[in-house]
């Protein structure tokens, strides 16, 4: 990993506006969660169904429904609220605010297209609601992307892309090495499942599972919190003698720990 960030120092970078990269499209068309049947496994002629939770690549599930309304494959989404983005490695359908980027460029696939989500979503860190909220301010955004210095190119054709697909490589390569480590030492790397086990599986992927819908109010008590006497931004974001308890907000990163 060491090596990972001294390659990322040494290369030179230079910034892009996202409308010199992408066309940035609204949604063929918006389908609503409330008003459709969405399966947890993809079924018989379902795609993905991409929302604005921050979660799973923003995949909610899949649906099935025109396939003119499709967006294209191997394009960025990004919603606008949560200020997610992700790579979309198939056809998709969306719901509400959620702008299809899709790239202008002469060199693209799947490894520089996560590369470029991860740049752009840490762009966004510090964004607040409202912003990014229309075509003309994302277009405005400005990311930073390695490039090869050269006076006789557009910039634009500047853009290293070999380096990007060799950065992702190595850090996938890294990534595999941990996880096999881990399971050797836990145990896991070699394991048999039951032919119980492995039927709860194949009804998984079948699409064999019932499932049912519950009110919250069955599952959980509401509890009313006590408002306590702090103003969020003067307490720590460590642990400290005095103060030991997690502050939670109503922030969707981290678990809405902030405090």
């Known amino acids: 990993q060491a090596h990972l960030t001294q390659e990322l120092q040494q290369v030179e970078w230079a910034e892009f506006e996202l409308q010199d990269l992408f066309e940035i499209n609204s949604s063929k068309k918006i389908f609503h969660a409330n008003n459709l049947e969405i399966f947890n496994t993809k079924v018989e002629n379902s795609s993905p169904y991409i929302a604005r939770t921050t979660q799973n690549n923003g995949l909610i599930g899949y649906i099935v429904e025109d396939n003119s309304y499709l967006n294209p494959a191997n394009t960025l989404s990004f919603a606008q609220d949560t200020f997610s983005v992700f790579y979309q490695e198939k056809p998709f ?28 979503q840490k762009k966004l860190i510090n964004y607040t609601w409202g912003l990014g909220s229309t075509v003309e301010s994302i277009s405005k955004i400005k990311i930073s992307l390695p490039i090869k210095p050269n006076s006789e190119l557009a910039k634009i054709n500047q853009i290293d892309f070999d380096f990007i697909e060799q950065f992702i490589g190595e850090l996938e390569a890294i990534r595999l090495s941990q996880l096999d480590n881990y399971l050797s030492v836990t145990g896991l790397k070699e394991y048999t499942l039951t032919d119980n086990e492995r039927q709860v599986v194949a009804d998984f992927q079948a699409g064999r599972v019932t499932w049912s819908e519950y009110k919250m109010a069955d599952l959980f008590d509401k509890i009313k919190t006590k408002k306590l006497p702090y103003q969020a931004k003067s307490l720590p974001t460590e642990p400290t003698g005095e103060y030991i308890l997690p502050c939670l907000t109503s922030s969707f990163k981290n678990q809405g720990l902030n405090y």
């Open 93 to 120: 359908y969306t719901g509400n605010k959620i702008k299809v980027l899709v790239p202008k460029l002469s060199t693209w696939n799947k490894t520089i297209g996560i590369f470029f989500s991860i740049i752009f």
